[in-house]
T-cell receptor
Framework: DVKVTQSSRYLVKRTGEKVFLECVQD?????MFWYRQDPGLGLRLIYF???????EKGDIPEGYSVSREKKERFSLILESASTNQTSMYLC??????????????FGQGTRLTVV | KQEVTQIPAALSVPEGENLVLNCSFT??????LQWFRQDPGKGLTSLLL?????REQTSGRLNASLDKSSGRSTLYIAASQPGDSATYLC??????????FGKGTSLLVTP
């Protein structure tokens, strides 16, 4: 079974802190994604990566950065956490077959609260 | 930009009923469409993936159909059970590299 693992289920951080959310997948997938999910707004794409050291901005990249030093690991960084970044963060991965994405698999989510 | 809409936003049915969840999208040039289930406070579980060249996919009591030309997909759940209660999300892959999601249908199956 494909496994996408996020490092924490719940996190509480203080305003201004630098926060790292880690995601690891075990299926050698090329593509990895970070979404945030908020009531009434649905899932919104923050960043994605289609190869090691490659990254692309999604719809809401402001206040975030990412790192992909190894194929299996994709990290989301909140440079200076703010209360409006309180949210559920979801990581996903998928393979790239003939230029097209195949089935996406998600991690269990990280509920981040910034106080 | 691709817009994905799911109707209804919420649905309550008695156990045993067959039901249909709807998903529509504005740009028919999709690669794939994927249906997910999400339980409260949890991540997304993949249910079915339909390739753009396919018309439907089946898994157990679930059947998903795709009509690209009209920009629609349906998820059919047969003989619903209380354990089917969850939020169901539809998402499409376009020529970019990321899924575009609808806001989901919250399903409650009552015993």
């Amino acid at each position: 079974d494909v496994k996408v693992t996020q490092s924490s289920r719940y996190l509480v951080k203080r305003t201004g802190e630098k926060v790292f959310l880690e995601c690891v997948q075990d299926m050698d997938h090329e593509n990895m994604f970070w979404y945030r999910q908020d009531p009434g707004l649905g899932l919104r794409l923050i960043y994605f990566s289609y190869d090691v050291k490659m990254k692309e901005k999604g719809d809401i990249p402001e206040g975030y950065s990412v790192s992909r030093e190894k194929k299996e690991r994709f990290s989301l960084i909140l440079e200076s956490a703010s209360t409006n970044q309180t949210s559920m963060y979801l990581c996903a991965s998928s393979a790239n077959s003939w230029g097209r994405n195949t089935e996406a698999f998600f991690g269990q989510g990280t509920r981040l609260t910034v106080v | 930009k691709q817009e994905v809409t799911q109707i209804p936003a919420a649905l309550s049915v008695p156990e045993g009923e067959n039901l249909v969840l709807n998903c529509s999208f504005t740009d028919s040039a999709i690669y794939n469409l994927q249906w997910f289930r999400q339980d409260p406070g949890k991540g997304l579980t993949s249910l079915l993936l339909i390739q753009s060249s396919q018309r439907e996919q089946t898994s157990g009591r679930l059947n998903a159909s795709l009509d690209k030309s009209s920009g629609r997909s349906t998820l059919y759940i047969a003989a619903s059970q209380p354990g089917d209660s969850a939020t169901y999300l539809c998402a499409v892959w376009n020529s970019g590299y990321a899924l575009n999601f609808g806001k989901g249908t919250s399903l409650l199956v009552t015993p």
